[in-house]
Nanobody, 121 residues
Framework: QVQLVESGGGLVQAGGSLRLSCAASGRTFSSDAMGWFRQAPGKEREFVSAINWSNGRTYYADSVKGRFTISRDNAKNTVYLQMNSLKPEDTAVYYC??????????????WGQGTQVTVSS
């Protein structure tokens, strides 16, 4: 059973930066990717970014390309999301997720509890 614990959310002004962390435990061979989704009030949860543990390949939503960077620390089983040039529309609860690369991009089974990111204008 994969367990995910997020940290690093908070309140920041537009144009500022935050870094989210997600520590994984119980990761299995089949869970070869981790990533981030977000859900804003009144909206559906949407994909943000993902990374493959083995080859480091990264994936980004168009809305965050060039502003967000995902990275991993294999030794710590931790994935990071560096968020720069934040906009008010980035305000959401950010969820860490884990699964195979294909399932992560289409509908992962493993989720963290979520961390709030609020960007003020």
């Amino acid at each position: 059973q994969v367990q995910l614990v997020e940290s690093g959310g908070g309140l920041v002004q537009a144009g500022g930066s935050l870094r989210l962390s997600c520590a994984a435990s119980g990761r299995t061979f089949s869970s070869d990717a981790m990533g981030w989704f977000r859900q804003a009030p009144g909206k559906e949860r949407e994909f943000v970014s993902a990374i493959n543990w083995s080859n480091g390949r990264t994936y980004y939503a168009d809305s965050v390309k060039g502003r967000f960077t995902i990275s991993r620390d294999n030794a710590k089983n931790t994935v990071y999301l560096q968020m720069n040039s934040l906009k008010p529309e980035d305000t959401a609860v950010y969820y860490c997720a884990a699964d195979s690369t294909l399932k992560l991009l289409t509908g992962p089974d493993y989720w963290g509890q979520g961390t709030q990111v609020t960007v003020s204008s």
